[in-house]
Structure formats: structure tokens, C-alpha cells
């Protein structure tokens, strides 16, 4: 059983989809947890929902004194943090190789990518010194497999789950766990822009023959964040319905 009571875990791109969900799974579990994302309205909404041991930052996770001023807001009111939830993403555009906007590429690389580096980098030796920790990225199916023209996307992509990797082995001797979400095609805000012939096309490939939930997420990425998965390290934990385990033809 996951328990959260007294744990601090901060949660990036926390207004909608997996973020929210999983901020309130482990709020509901007796943790603390600080929201970031950018939206102002939609995390003091998210907050009043979860209740008083939620708190707040307005940030964006690609700049880098925003993001490391939120860390520290959240230690400020909340206290060390325990738990680091790194889930802000952006998709990017779609060009081909060739034609790929160089603008895009470091919009998508700052958020996805920079982002979890500035944060681990400020929060590992406070967990370190401490002796323990747990974070977690988010991944993509676009972290274990190339999609044409999404260049940007697919490299970010694939670099956090090395990131993630090679967190896990510089903070493992310090009690600091680090692993990787990867989420299959779950009903986010992302995907809630595509038309509903994309749904039934992603929901075909799917052995479940459907697409997920964020709360489905939620629940894995709350167990990798708590004690439950303290022998789960370096670890690309998929949860996609069954998509990059299976070959159908």
C-alpha cells in the first residue's frame, strides 16, 4: 500500500492530465505536494480541489530561473522535498528532418528536456544529503521508438530516459532512486486536440484496444514516487496498454 504521510513531492506540468492526476493520487495517499506548472488559474483551482496540504507555483519549465525558483519556493512553504515528479512536456512541430524549425527543436529540448536536468541537478544533493529520494520522469513511447517528422520530440525523448538512467547510478548509493514513466496514448489535454479517426487509429494498436487514463498512469507513477518501489531504479516503466511489448501484424 502506498503512503505518503509527512512526504513532500513536487510535480511539473501539475494543471491537467497525468500531473494532476497523480498529484492528487498521492495527496490522497497523506502526502504534501506542490503543483508547477504555468498556468496560475488552473493550479489554484487544482489546489483548492486537493485541499490544504497542496500548494502552488506558477513556472515555466523550460526557464530555468523560473523552474529553480519554484524548487525553492516549494521547499520554503513545504518543506524538502522527497518526491520529484518531473511530467512538463511539449510536443513540438511536425517538419520533416530537413525542414525542422531550429527554434522548435529548443523549445522542445528546454522543456523536456533542460527542465528535468536544471531540476535534478538543484534537487539530487539535497536529497543526497539527506539519504534518500525518489524522482521520476516522463517518457514517451518516442523514448524507445523513432517517429518521423518529430525529430525534436523523439530526441528529447529518448535523452530524458538516458537522463533518468544515469541519475539512477550517480544517486543510488545515496538512497536516491530515479526511473522513468512512459506513457502509451492516454487521454491528455496533448492528444485531446486530435480528430476522433486519430483516437480509433491509436486505440486499434493498442492490445487492450483502448487508450488510457490519466489516473491509470497516476497510480504507477505514485508507486515509483513512494516506498512500495524502493528496489525500482533506472527503470523504463511503460504503461501503454501493451503497445511497445507486442508486434501485431
Excluded at 503543483?35 to 490544504?52: D, F, K, M
Excluded at 524502493?230 to 503497445?243: E, I, K
Aim: charged share 15%; with cysteine; aromatic share 6%.
Amino acid at each position: 500500500m502506498m503512503d505518503f504521510t509527512g512526504r513532500h513531492v513536487v510535480v511539473t506540468g501539475a494543471s491537467t492530465g497525468i500531473g494532476h492526476a497523480t498529484a492528487g493520487r498521492i495527496h490522497a495517499a497523506g502526502g504534501k505536494v506542490t503543483l508547477i506548472a504555468r498556468s496560475a488559474g488552473r493550479l489554484a483551482a487544482a489546489c483548492e480541489e486537493l485541499g490544504t496540504r497542496a500548494a502552488w507555483v506558477a513556472a515555466d519549465a523550460g526557464d530555468k530561473a523560473q523552474l529553480i525558483a519554484a524548487l525553492d519556493e516549494a521547499v520554503e512553504v513545504s518543506g524538502p522535498i522527497d518526491g520529484l515528479f518531473l511530467n512538463a512536456g511539449t510536443g513540438g512541430g511536425f517538419a520533416p528532418v530537413s525542414a525542422y524549425d531550429d527554434e522548435v527543436w529548443d523549445a522542445v529540448m528546454a522543456v523536456n528536456l533542460k527542465g528535468p536536468f536544471w531540476a535534478i541537478a538543484h534537487v539530487l544533493p539535497q536529497m543526497a544529503e539527506r539519504g534518500g529520494g525518489a524522482i521520476l520522469v516522463t517518457g514517451s513511447l518516442a523514448s524507445e521508438r523513432g517517429m518521423a517528422n518529430n525529430v525534436a520530440y523523439v530526441a528529447s525523448k529518448h535523452a530524458v530516459l538516458g537522463l533518468a538512467r544515469a541519475v539512477a547510478l550517480e544517486g543510488g548509493p545515496q538512497g536516491v532512486r530515479c526511473n522513468c514513466v512512459v506513457p502509451g496514448f492516454i487521454e491528455t489535454p496533448m492528444l485531446d486536440a486530435l480528430p476522433p479517426e486519430a483516437w480509433e487509429t491509436m486505440a486499434a494498436r493498442v492490445p487492450q484496444r483502448r487508450t488510457g487514463k490519466a489516473e491509470e498512469l497516476a497510480e504507477v507513477a505514485a508507486f515509483l514516487l513512494s516506498d512500495a518501489a524502493s528496489h525500482v531504479n533506472g527503470q523504463s516503466w511503460a504503461v501503454d496498454g501493451g503497445v511497445l511489448g507486442t508486434l501485431e501484424v
